[in-house]
């Protein structure tokens, strides 16, 4: 399995409880030296995505919050196709831009359209958001076919508002999630697999 990115490195501690067999694709130093410190024998390679080159195709990749940073995501998915094996999966996760959250902004005049990036957005480096169809388009061009689609987090407010939620309040909204439409939480997600080739 690979992990693209360490970010806060809650899913790599998750993937290392799990005693998943599972490697780290990084691009910055800073968090390659952290994740390998609390990891010693985790494999993590130092590289940005797009010049990565794998000495062996995997299994599973990861690819959660990741494609919404990216210039050309569907050449980015193409790239990630490449490195799996003939019956591999990748696993994708973005922002939904048709949650909860964003039809009330939309409601209350705060956004004139669902797809208007925040200021949060431009802080965390998204060049875009996704609906399932617009997401599928891309995985489509990139030779790859959606097996399971599925969502997580019931966000209803923006964060900037939710920063007195206690713990137990956010774990239920996370736990909820399970019971409603994916398209209505704050994160969506796909399980793909190549295409088979003509």
């Not at 399995?1 to 501690?13: V, W």
């Not at 024998?41 to 990741?66: C, N, R």
């Not at 956004?111 to 958001?129: F, N, T, W, Y």
Request: hydrophobic share 40%; with cysteine; charged share 20%.
């Amino acid at each position: 399995m690979l992990e693209l990115g360490y970010g806060d490195g809650l899913l790599t501690a998750a993937l290392q409880e799990q005693g998943y067999q599972s490697e780290l694709l990084e691009g910055s130093a800073l968090l390659c030296s952290k994740a390998t410190s609390l990891y010693p024998s985790l494999v993590v390679h130092h590289s940005m995505f797009e010049s990565f080159k794998p000495q062996k195709p995997y299994s599973t990749i990861l690819a959660l919050h990741v494609i919404e940073h990216v210039d050309n995501p569907h050449l980015m998915l193409r790239q990630l196709r490449s490195w799996l094996e003939p019956q591999g999966q990748l696993i994708i996760v973005v922002p939904n831009r048709d949650s909860i959250h964003r039809r009330l902004a939309l409601r209350m005049n705060l956004i004139e359209k669902l797809d208007e990036l925040s200021a949060r957005d431009h802080l965390v480096g998204h060049q875009r958001v996704y609906n399932f169809e617009t997401l599928e388009k891309d995985v489509h061009l990139a030779g790859l076919k959606p097996i399971t689609r599925f969502g997580s987090f019931l966000k209803t407010l923006p964060n900037s508002m939710m920063l007195d939620y206690t713990d137990a309040l956010l774990s239920a909204l996370d736990g909820i999630s399970d019971s409603l439409p994916p398209d209505l939480l704050a994160n969506i997600g796909l399980v793909v697999k190549p295409q088979p080739k003509p």
